[in-house]
């Protein structure tokens, strides 16, 4: 911290690519950085990676770093990453070839392996060799040092840890919902009386810039009235083990109670989706109306080509899903002999917790989240 303070540039010295981890803590070396680039003129040359969001570092930061520094989300591990999905089917390739040989592929995952995987989570310490019940507890104490210290410690604002725990809690009984904030604020004010939206606000842009809270925008497509439309943001977490620690559950407890494991997997293949679509430049929405039409998530590639994917556990959901996807397609294909120019849907995909990939006869893909990969 001294040499951060006194003379950055001797931190840049040594072999490149140079990794500086929770830069964020000397925002000099943002700036020191920037003209490093410029002084070298070569690309490549550094990594600043750091667990909270900065806007200006207190003032320190000087430059953008515009034209220079590239910024990108890194997300935890995908089932791919954790080597847990056989990585049999890509979405690359579901994208650019519709992989017309997925029929019969088959995921090596059970359900109790899935449940288990999405409560511990894709932290890379679980990586390690520890017991089930050493892996299950990063995510515990990962949410323990978030309430009783990060959340303080990111803006400087002192908060309160219990309502921290509330927030976080009642964002896991909502999960993967398009539940309003006042239903959020209602659900903690049950337990914590004259807690007021902007205290909520606060709480949860903290929670945001700690890249814990990662809600899931809407898409707003011009195929049905803006009033029909439900545009509020989808409440998710960066993990899905985030949501299983606030909530007290555990794997046996999930195991009989499938229907909350419903939303804690959505939560997992959201995650999944945006680790594997980001070398494409992907981005996830979702579309849902007010009629009940819907799709889990919409991803965007920035080359316009786009999937709509419903994200469903059971075998039983497959067939109303798939009817799902293919009602929101025709409207699309409606509304552009309407006159409406829009691209029409590249993909439709079931993403699953099943066993077994294939094609239905309408056109929709069907794939084991144990299977996929970028």
């Known amino acids: 911290m001294a040499t951060a303070r006194t003379q950055p540039s001797l931190l840049l010295k040594g072999e490149t690519p140079r990794l500086v981890d929770e830069w964020q803590v000397a925002p000099v070396l943002w700036d020191a950085v920037r003209y490093a680039v410029d002084e070298r003129g070569m690309k490549g040359q550094f990594i600043l990676t750091g667990s909270t969001v900065v806007d200006d570092a207190g003032g320190e930061v000087m430059h953008t770093g ?8 890194m997300y935890t591990m995908s089932l791919y990453e954790s080597m847990e ?11 650019d ?13 059970s359900i109790e392996q899935l449940i288990f995987a999405a409560c511990r989570g894709g932290w890379p310490a679980s990586l390690d060799n520890m017991s089930d019940r050493a ?8 949410l323990n040092i978030i309430c009783e210290e990060d959340i303080s410690r990111v803006d400087g604002r002192q908060r309160n840890p219990t309502l921290a725990r509330l927030i976080l809690r009642s964002y896991a009984r909502n999960l993967c919902t398009l539940a309003k904030k006042t239903s959020l604020l209602a659900d903690v004010s049950t337990e914590m009386e004259g807690a007021a939206m902007s205290t909520f ?6 929670l945001e810039k700690l890249f814990v809270i990662d809600d899931v925008e809407a898409w707003n497509p011009a195929i049905r009235s803006k009033t029909t439309i439900r545009t509020g943001k989808k409440r998710c977490f960066s993990d899905p083990s985030i949501a299983v620690a606030a ?12 229907n909350t494991f419903g939303f804690i997997y959505e939560c997992l293949c959201f995650r999944d989706l945006k680790a594997y679509s980001q ?18 998530a919409v991803l965007h590639l920035d080359d316009g080509r786009y999937a709509l994917i419903e994200c469903k556990l059971g075998s039983r959901e497959i067939e109303d899903a798939a009817k799902h996807l293919l009602e929101l397609k025709k409207l699309v294909h409606e509304k552009n002999e309407m006159g409406v120019r829009m691209q029409e849907p590249d993909l439709l995909m079931v993403l699953t917790g099943g ?5 239905r006869k309408d056109g929709v893909a069907v794939v084991p989240i144990g299977c996929l990969k970028p």
């Not at 606000?201 to 903290?206: F, I, K, L, R, V």
């Not at 909530?247 to 499938?258: I, M, R, V, W, Y």
């Not at 066993?355 to 094609?359: N, P």
């Open 85 to 95: 999905s056989n990585g049999k089917i890509s979405l690359k390739s579901l994208f």
């Open 135 to 142: 892996k299950l507890l990063i995510a515990k104490d990962y």
């Open 66 to 73: 515009t034209g220079r520094i590239s910024q990108m989300p």
């Open 279 to 296: 070398a494409l430049g992907g981005r996830l929405s979702y579309y849902h109306d007010r009629t009940g039409l819907e799709a889990d």
């Open 97 to 109: 070839h519709h992989q017309e040989d997925i029929d019969g592929i088959s995921s090596d995952l």
């Open 201 to 206: 606000d606060d709480y949860q842009g903290a």
């Open 247 to 258: 909530l007290g559950a555990s794997p046996s407890s999930l195991e009989t109670d499938l």
């Open 355 to 359: 066993e077994m990939a294939y094609w």
